[in-house]
């Protein structure tokens, strides 16, 4: 029997010490919605949706009850539906193409750019049909995709554009921060996100009155408060709580992601010189890190053996969604999307939030490269 070496665990996310230094003014925002007793929807949530619109820059924001629903929500706002093909990477969490799917939709995946892991335009230009009906980009791990290149390809073919930016949070394209370049864009506020609640919540953003007037009806029956129904909605709604938390959250998010950028600064430095792929920001882009991906053949062995080391590295994602079980009616098969294929073998996420220590980082570190040089590989 060999002795266990305790070992210092590092998440790969750490909720708790952020709760921690904001504890008191998220106490004070809780027992306020208690105290008003508008657990659903209501003052909290109103003036989060206000704030977080301007946050984005743009004029409405439409809070729901998750960021698959948000999406979902999105589609349908812009009529999309069964018959139409919806455009999207096969990279992303498979909650970009169920709600595709959701919308009776088609998913059509296209291939992804090496270095930032989000969509390819010239493969997305390929992809359209007459049935194309829009481009769903997805900013994934915190780097907007490439905006320009598929704004052109939207407008040259007459698609409408969607931003899944449920990752990406503050992040910015040629200066401009996603949630403002397409008809529509899609936030998750998974507790573990950049921008994260004590729960499930989501929203969409947008330009578009219409479609933020029917959002506000569809995630709430087909109705406005107590007013008539008007069509058949759903129950999308966010919670009280969810938007009190989140608007003093929202306060820190620039700082947060800020700290974020460090880290992965502090990582890149550090990691220097190993045979691995680092994160790499386009010239265009300024990403929030909502995950920090590198990229190795010897994937599978070098997260076993940070879990050796109590670093609780995770896979995003295990699998393609173009690959997944119940996507193979739509006739995908190995091979078709080169480049997704290679890369989901190949990335690790190492742990990644603002929290995090130097320390840690350098201890992360040094683990990565005693992998390399102990000849593990
Ligand atoms: C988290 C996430 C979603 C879904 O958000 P939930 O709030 O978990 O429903 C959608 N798309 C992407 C890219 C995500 O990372």
């Keep these: 029997m060999t002795a266990k070496v305790p070992v210092q665990e590092i998440p790969l996310v750490d909720l708790r010490i952020q709760y921690e230094q904001i504890k008191d003014e998220i106490l004070a925002a809780l027992r306020r919605v208690m105290e008003q007793s508008q657990f659903i929807l209501g003052k909290e949530v109103e003036n989060f949706e206000k704030q977080f ?114 990752q990406a949070h503050g992040a910015r394209y040629r200066g401009k921060k996603v949630g403002t370049f397409g008809h529509a864009a899609c936030f998750s506020f998974f507790p573990g996100k950049n921008l994260g609640a004590y729960g499930e919540a989501g929203a969409v953003v947008t330009s578009d009155k ?4 029917w959002m506000r009806k569809m995630r709430n029956h087909g109705r406005l408060g107590k007013s008539p129904h008007e069509f058949i909605g759903f129950n999308c709604r966010m919670e009280g709580m969810q938007g009190a938390v989140l608007g003093v959250k929202l306060r820190y998010l ?45 994937r599978d062995a070098l997260h076993a053996f940070l879990h050796e080391q109590g670093i609780r590295s995770q896979l995003h994602y295990e699998t393609p969604n173009h690959l997944m079980p119940f996507y193979r009616k739509l006739g995908y098969q ?44």
């Excluded at 915190?142 to 931003?163: F, N, Q, T, V, W």
């Design 254 to 298: 620039d700082s947060w992601n800020q700290a974020r950028r460090e880290n992965a600064r502090r990582y890149h430095e550090k990691l220097q010189g190993l045979p691995l792929v680092l994160p790499r920001e386009s010239e265009d882009a300024r990403s929030v890190y909502h995950l920090y991906v590198v990229r190795t053949a010897a």
């Design 210 to 213: 219409v479609a933020a007037e």
């Design 53 to 166: 619109a301007e946050f984005c820059g743009v004029p409405y924001c439409v809070g729901v009850n998750s960021g698959t629903s948000a999406v979902w929500l999105a589609l349908l706002a812009l009529g999309i539906g069964p018959g139409d093909e919806v455009i999207t990477s096969s990279h992303t969490f498979v909650a970009t193409s169920e709600a595709i799917s959701w919308t009776g939709a088609k998913p059509v995946f296209a291939d992804i750019d090496e270095k930032t892991y989000t969509l390819d335009p010239a493969w997305v230009e390929k992809a359209v049909t007459p049935r194309t009906k829009a481009i769903l980009a997805v900013h994934l791990y915190g780097h907007p995709a490439a905006m320009d290149a598929l704004a052109a390809a939207a407008e040259k073919h007459k698609l409408l554009l969607i931003e899944d930016a449920a």
């Design 334 to 377: 190995e091979g078709n999307l080169p480049v997704t294929e290679k890369v989901y073998r190949e990335i690790l996420s190492l742990p990644m939030y603002p929290e995090l220590s130097e320390s840690q980082i350098d201890f992360i570190a040094a683990c990565i490269r005693k992998f390399f040089d102990g000849g593990t590989r």
